[in-house]
Structures are given as structure tokens and as C-alpha cells.
């Protein structure tokens, strides 16, 4: 008779232990709160198993250490330690379950704890708690100090069960985090590629007898690419393209300091040469991590159409003839900024626009990009786009030039910045007497 209460007193144990299993469950679907779920599973899986304590691990992947945030009954605020150490730290790095009945006797067992806290642990249980998604370790859910005989077979099964519940609900957790930071992230991207069209050129040039176009498509949200159209103190128009180094926000911060140098400088500067120099002794500085930037600034007089340029490693930048059909490359006449600065042989900086002529300056990323068999576009290419399509005008020319590089790459995304500014002699314009 007395087994038989005995067997019946242990099934409604079981049956109760199992209802709370189903409360938690239930509990944890609604959950989202890191510390709310600790808690739940804890304090659940502790009355299920009428044990005397239960703590969740969570894994530092990064310091490859076991903390707990939430644990029943303890004195301290939180346990750390390395993964290395204790029974959690076995089952950590081994993942499996263990049941240690005697753990003085056990060559895993530290007993740091206890001294510090003045607890004494009789037995142990512990799972790995994995995620669900991809068997990542998540952390280690321990319960210490059942009654009795220690934890038998059925403990074994619900504490397994258990660490199910608490792996689903914080691979959830996770994942809504993900997607907080990932809504966070678009958001300040998104601002700072408004504050960088910000800081373009908000419209065209107003010049008479001259047409102008310009193309922008950064790679990221942000770019790297610069281009800008300033005037001079004696009345000259400057166009100026450059491209830092690598893209996406260090280069555009970069380039931002690019450009308001350059609006600084040419309120007192109108030869090119002066500004490059200037605006290179006032970055290089900054130019850390290997970082250099190219750029090219061309400066226009609409009346005499004669244009003087300095280029500082920067390509391509192309002036087309278009009484002869050619094209004519705008030499280096500096290094890129952020170069040690060696002087080069001199070169003509300057030319003269001729009716229907057109000033090319653009970025790498347009010649450079390359197609799925691993050709280049190449300057070549961008040099039969403009006699293609020269005649329909800068914004034509401008949008065909970009669309052909995209169809050319044959994907989405740019693999860099790409960018372009075309400016051209109208046929009709007047020449200066």
C-alpha cells in the first residue's frame, strides 16, 4: 500500500512538474525582456524540479566566459567565469547534459562559489542551452540541490525540455534586437546620405555659352566620390572631382573635409595649383590607415573658354576635341594627396575649349568596374560612350554613361562610388575677340 501512494505521490509530481512546464511555455511565447526570460525560466524550472537553486548561464562569445544575470536565491549579483571552469564550464564546452550526485568528489567541480556565497551544493544538473537556428551555444541552464536521491531520469528529460523553451525565446529576443539595430542602422545611413546630398551641388551652374551634367551613384549609402563647381574671385568657374580612398562613412567624412577646405580656399585662391597645395598640407593629417584621396580641379573662363587644371593623381579626366575626334588626357601634375609629395616633371595644365567640346572628370569607379566574366569597362569604353552620345547633351550623355556601367556590372549594387561631371562648349557659343 505504501508503494502505491509512493507511486502515485511521484506521477502527480510529475503531472504538476509538467503544468508548470506549460505555464513557462506559455509565458515565454509573450516575452521579449532579456531579464524577464531569465527569470521566468529559472524560477519555473526550479518549482517544476523542486530543487533548491537554478541559474541560466548566458555565453560570452566574445570573452568565452559563462555569466549569470538571473539566478534563485543567491547573494551575489552575478557569477562570471571562464568556460574553462566548473561543472557549467564542462558543459558549456562539450555540449551535454551532465548529473553530478556528489560534486566535492568530482574533478570538475569548483567550489569558489560556495565559499564565496557560504552555500553548500549537494548535487548538480546541467544542460546546454543551443539555439535552435544554427546549434549555437547560447548558455548553460544549472540546478543544484534536489531533495532525495539527487535528480533522477525524468529530470534529466524536463530540464532538457526546458533549455528548448529558454533557447527559442532568446534566439526570439536576438532576432527582434537584429532587427531594432539593423531599422536603427538604415536610419542614420539614411541621414547621413541626406546630409551628403546636402552637401552637393544643389543645382546646375548657370554659364553662358556652356552646358553641364553631372552623374553621382555612390556604392553604400554614403560615399567617398566628391564632386563640386565653385567661382573664383576673378569671376572664373572651378569644377572639381576627387575620390577618397576605400567608400562608405570614414571616406565620406573624409570628403566632407574635402570639400569645405575647398570652399574656404577659393575665396582667396583662383589658381589650382595654390589650392591643391594648400588643401594637401591641411589633410594629409589627417589621412591615417593608409587613407590617400585623388582630385582634379578645373578652372573655366567662359569669355576667353581657356581652362587651367591641377591634378593630383586623379583619373579620368579627359578633354574631347570634337573638331578632331579625339580625346586628350589630363595629366598628373601632383601625387594624391596624402603621397609624400615628390615634384613631377612639368607638363601644359592649361588648353582652350573649342566649340562642342567637352570636359570629362569623373571617378575610378566608373572605368574600373568590372562585368561577370572579370573585363574592366576601362576609359576606352567610356571614350566610345561620348562619341555615341555627345550630341544629345551633358544630361543625356550623363544618364546613358551611367546606365551603360550598371548593365555592364550586371548587378544591383556598384562595387565603388561612381561619379562624373561633363561639361560642354555649345557649338553656338561665341568666341572672345
Known amino acids: 500500500m505504501e508503494a502505491i501512494v509512493t507511486k502515485r505521490t511521484v506521477l ?18 509573450a516575452v521579449q525582456d532579456l531579464d524577464r526570460i531569465l527569470e521566468l525560466v529559472t524560477n519555473g524550472v526550479c518549482d517544476a524540479v523542486d530543487c533548491e537553486r537554478a541559474s541560466l548561464f548566458l555565453y560570452d562569445d566574445e570573452r568565452i566566459e559563462l555569466f549569470t544575470r538571473i539566478t534563485t536565491e543567491l547573494e551575489i549579483a552575478e557569477i562570471r567565469h571562464s568556460a574553462d571552469q566548473g561543472i557549467a564550464g564542462w558543459v558549456a564546452r562539450h555540449g551535454q547534459l551532465t548529473n553530478v550526485p556528489h560534486p566535492p568528489s568530482d574533478p570538475r567541480w569548483n567550489a569558489g562559489f560556495d565559499r564565496q556565497t557560504g552555500f553548500t551544493t549537494r548535487n548538480i544538473l546541467a544542460v546546454p542551452i543551443m539555439s535552435d537556428v544554427d546549434s549555437r551555444l547560447l548558455g548553460v541552464l544549472q540546478l543544484l540541490n534536489k531533495a532525495g536521491d539527487g535528480f533522477d531520469s525524468f529530470d534529466e528529460q524536463l530540464i532538457q525540455v526546458f533549455a528548448g523553451h529558454a533557447a527559442t525565446a532568446l534566439e526570439r529576443r536576438r532576432l527582434l534586437d537584429e532587427a531594432r539595430q539593423s531599422q536603427q542602422y538604415a536610419a542614420a545611413f539614411e541621414t547621413a546620405r541626406s546630409i551628403q546630398v546636402g552637401l552637393l551641388p544643389q543645382q546646375l551652374p548657370t554659364v553662358p555659352g556652356y552646358r553641364m551634367a ?12 566628391y564632386y563640386d563647381w565653385l567661382q ?30 575647398l570652399h574656404v580656399l577659393v575665396r582667396t585662391h583662383s589658381t589650382p595649383e595654390a589650392i591643391l597645395a594648400l588643401l594637401h598640407e ?14 582634379v580641379m578645373a578652372t573655366v573662363d567662359p569669355v576667353s573658354h581657356a581652362v587651367r587644371f591641377a591634378n593630383a593623381g586623379h583619373a579620368p579626366a579627359l578633354h574631347y576635341r570634337a573638331a578632331t575626334d579625339e580625346f586628350v588626357r589630363l595629366q598628373a601634375t601632383s601625387l594624391p594627396i596624402g603621397f609624400p609629395q615628390i615634384e ?3 607638363i601644359d595644365n592649361r588648353l582652350s575649349l573649342e566649340p562642342g567640346d567637352l570636359l ?16 574592366l569597362f576601362r576609359t576606352e569604353r567610356l571614350m566610345d560612350l561620348v562619341r555615341r552620345h555627345r550630341r544629345g547633351g551633358p544630361q543625356h550623355l550623363a544618364r546613358m554613361i551611367g546606365e551603360t556601367i550598371q548593365d555592364f556590372h550586371g548587378k544591383p549594387l556598384l562595387p565603388d562610388d561612381c561619379t562624373l561631371v ?6 553656338d557659343s561665341p568666341t572672345a575677340v
Open 422 to 427: 561633363v561639361l560642354e562648349r555649345q557649338a
Open 214 to 225: 553631372a552623374l553621382w551613384q555612390p556604392a553604400e549609402f554614403v560615399s567617398g566620390d
Open 282 to 295: 591641411g589633410l594629409v593629417a589627417d589621412l591615417r590607415d593608409s587613407r590617400f584621396i585623388t582630385l
Open 232 to 261: 573664383l574671385p576673378d569671376g572664373r568657374l572651378a569644377i572639381v572631382v576627387g575620390d577618397v580612398s576605400g567608400h562608405g562613412i570614414g571616406a565620406a567624412l573624409l570628403m566632407a573635409s574635402v570639400r569645405a577646405m
Open 344 to 346: 613631377l616633371p612639368p
Open 12 to 29: 502527480a509530481d510529475r503531472v504538476a512538474a509538467l503544468h508548470k512546464l506549460l505555464s513557462v511555455a506559455l509565458d515565454l511565447a
Open 360 to 375: 570629362l572628370l569623373g571617378t575610378d569607379g566608373i572605368v574600373e568596374v568590372s562585368n561577370a566574366a572579370g573585363d
